[in-house]
């Protein structure tokens, strides 16, 4: 199952930069763990803004939901979730 994510990025004011450093080191190997497996197929920044758009294809909504409260950087995001199915003027065989 595919879904579009949006992450948009809040950084705590009060939270030291070597904290937020340590936990964005985190994030980014949980991110490119995931991508390994296939689960996290897309990832692009938002131009302009601290947030980015990603593509998760996986088993359910609850693996989904499972993946997401996991993420590092989870309590200092605003997460939007889209699910998506194919498109039938897609050319792509992947898009499903
Ligand atoms: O920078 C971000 O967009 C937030 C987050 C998502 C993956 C990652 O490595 O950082």
Redesign the pocket.
Known sequence: MLYQVE?V?KPPKEMDASTFDEI?SR??????DLQRQGK?RH?W?IAGQ???I?IFDVESHEELHNLLLA?P?YPY?DITVTPLCRHPSSIHESDC
């Open positions: 992450m990025v964005k994030e980014k190997s949980y991110s490119q996290w990832i920044r601290y947030a980015n990603s993420l950087l995001m």
